[in-house]
């Protein structure tokens, strides 16, 4: 039904555009809460689930208990849905489509001969061609010569046909599931010494780290759940400044945590997972100086980042900017790697980099002499102007004054300042510092 | 690019010590030192104050080489220079501390270095440095009579295994090449109080 048409007929509907993508999430998380009943689930399009319940029945008291009690959870749960249980995927698919239901052993023609032939997974067109000639139902296929069938329809029909009928084998092809990396322990009495949580940590981290290793991936964040017997939790997350899977150096970089957490009455279970994973490639380990030098820093790298914070620790990387405050970045180095610098041509730039200081008691152009700091300076040499005219794509507060001259200025007093001014600026030109050179 | 190999004259630091360096011109000794050390540089700086070491102004071969630590607090600054001291392939770390240092942490940090066997550069403020330092410079910009040169006074003030002296010299702020206004010499008048 087209929406206009709904509308039409209710014009209070609530309508939602669909989301596909939380779509398949939830039938991911159904496919998965599903594998109680059977080891081979798999989806099956986009609104189904298809399992291979060969031998399973039994431990349910039977096919139809098992489909009650499928049906039963799903209902508790807030769920619509159609279920079939039968000797073929073919024929599951067609009846749970067509209203559910049991389709005992050996009666497999009989169980969807009434069904109409869309039910056979055939697309538009043949559905259509078997309409026009007057097959409408499964039952009316069945029984037909296969050959002329194929040479009228496509071999399609033949195939599905056979697959539903048991001719042609069709199994479920589960996906396999994607790596979980957490593990847990629990412990029969709780522990409450540092060391014993390090020591239990330590047998978690040989786990996790194996399980990164069968995966070939290396964690980025690993966090530490504590559940102390009162069911309070604490937590214990750590970040690493690169892709990891070392136990020794992730647990060192445990040791403050751990050691700040309040275990109150004893810790009695253990969880360890990593929330950040990213591909690592099984690397040499051990080898030349290199690798430990880069080894060693890295380790420096996430001991700091884990104290003060990765964003405080830097990497300058080169930026396509004329304007100073942009001609370089701030990258966490972490998550950059170094880059090499252009090489640059054009007037020097100072070693330090400030925040604009304006000067003040400032005489000429460029100035003789200025206060700046409470300090008096007296110009010896003044080099420039280099005029730096603003991004005008990008709005900066900091450079709403227009252009900006900027002087090299070397003092009597011994410092060479970098100072700017600006001729645009309301209310008169002012003089700035920016920087000092070597 | 490689850095060009570091020449060995007056203004090598000692290895595996933590030196200091006072004046206005401090951060200037600072990257020249930077450019004779090859190998990953650290430069730990308090979040608080706003210089910035300028990437396209600092010496060839610095700037990829750099590291920027910018810890919010004095105690977490120290940790990090401790730390930082202690990694062997690290080849210099620069630290600004805001204040003065005491003799425990002075001598922390020669333990640390030693430990790592690497370099420090205090860049402290006047009489803000610790009686465990190595060496301790003042380093100064003067004004240059003749255009294009850029001349620095740097005074080796305390030193605690060799003669203190003060050179003049040129160094334009790109390279590890230093020019010598005046030569080097040995001490001739009495020292003044050792600091």
């Not at chain 1, 400044?241 to 275990?263: C, H, N, Q, W, Y």
């Not at chain 2, 330092?133 to 850029?150: G, H, I, K, V």
Request: aromatic share 6%; hydrophobic share 40%.
């Amino acid at each position: 039904m087209a929406l206009a048409d709904a509308r039409a007929i209710c014009p209070d509907l609530a309508t939602r555009s669909a989301d596909l993508a939380r779509e398949a999430a939830a039938l991911s998380s159904l496919r998965r809460w599903a594998s109680r009943y059977a080891p081979m689930v798999a989806t099956d399009g986009v609104d189904g689930l298809v399992a291979d319940i060969s031998g399973v029945p039994h431990l349910f008291g039977g096919e139809g208990e098992l489909r009650d009690d499928l049906q039963a959870r799903l209902e508790r749960a807030g769920l619509h849905a159609a279920s079939a249980i039968a000797g073929t995927r073919g024929v599951a698919h067609a009846l749970a489509r067509h209203g559910g239901g049991i389709v005992p052993d050996g009666r497999l023609a009989e169980g969807i001969g009434h069904l109409p032939v869309t039910a056979l997974r055939v697309d538009h067109d043949t559905a259509e061609a078997l309409a026009r000639v007057g097959l409408s139902r499964i039952a009316d296929l069945a029984h037909l010569p296969r050959a002329p069938l194929a040479r009228r329809f496509g071999a399609g029909l033949v195939l599905r046909l056979d697959q539903a009928l048991g001719a042609q084998a069709e199994p479920v092809a589960a996906e396999p599931d994607a790596p979980h990396f957490g593990v847990r322990m629990t412990l029969p009495e709780p522990i409450g010494k540092q060391e014993d949580v390090m020591a239990g940590l330590a047998r978690l981290l040989d786990r996790l780290c194996a399980k990164l290793a069968r995966h070939r991936m290396g964690a980025r964040r690993v966090r530490l759940e504590l559940r102390r017997v009162d069911r309070g939790t604490a937590q214990v997350e750590i970040g690493l400044a690169r892709p990891m899977r070392d136990p020794a150096r992730i647990a060192t970089l445990f040791a403050k945590g751990v050691d700040e957490v309040d275990s109150g009455f004893g810790i009695d279970a253990l969880r360890l997972t990593a929330p950040v994973t990213e591909a690592l490639a099984p690397e040499q380990i051990g080898g030349g100086p290199a690798i430990r030098h880069d080894d060693a820093l890295a380790d420096l790298l996430s001991s700091v980042g884990n104290r003060i914070g990765f964003e405080r620790v830097l990497r300058l990387l080169p930026a396509t900017s004329l304007i100073p405050e942009r001609s370089f970045l701030l990258a966490p180095a972490a998550y950059s790697t170094a880059e090499p610098i252009p090489h640059r041509a054009g007037s020097k730039r100072p070693i330090t980099l400030f925040p604009p200081e304006p000067v003040t008691a400032a005489s000429g152009t460029p100035p003789a002499s200025f206060r700046w700091r409470r300090m008096r300076f007296t110009t010896l040499r003044a080099t420039g102007p280099e005029r730096i005219t603003p991004e005008w794509w990008f709005d900066d507060p900091a450079w709403r004054s227009g252009l900006r001259d900027y002087w090299r200025i070397e003092t009597q007093e011994g410092p060479r300042l970098w100072l700017f001014q600006t001729p645009q600026a309301l209310g008169g030109p002012d003089w700035y510092v920016q920087g000092e050179f070597a | 690019m490689r850095p060009e190999p570091a020449p060995t004259d007056s203004f090598d630091l000692r290895a595996r010590r933590v030196h200091e360096a006072e004046g206005r011109g401090r951060r200037a000794f600072a990257l020249f030192q930077a450019a004779r050390h090859p190998g990953p540089l650290v430069w730990i700086a308090p979040a608080h104050i706003p210089e910035l070491p300028m990437l396209q102004g600092l010496p060839r071969g610095v700037g990829e080489r750099l590291h920027l630590f910018r810890p919010s607090n004095e105690t977490d600054l120290l940790w990090c220079v401790e730390e930082a001291l202690r990694v062997a392939p690290i080849s210099l770390v620069i630290a600004e501390p805001q204040q003065p240092l005491s003799l425990t942490a002075g001598r922390r940090l020669q333990l640390a270095a030693e430990a790592g066997r690497t370099t420090g550069l205090m860049l402290i403020r006047e009489d803000g440095g610790s009686n465990a330092t190595e060496t301790r410079w003042n380093c100064t910009p003067l004004a240059s009579q003749a255009p294009d040169s850029t001349p620095h006074r740097w005074s080796l003030i305390k030193n605690k295994k060799g003669t203190i002296g003060s050179w003049t010299l040129n160094w334009n702020g790109t390279s590890t090449a230093v020019h010598m206004v005046s030569a080097a010499r040995e001490r001739h008048e009495p020292a003044g109080a050792a600091r």
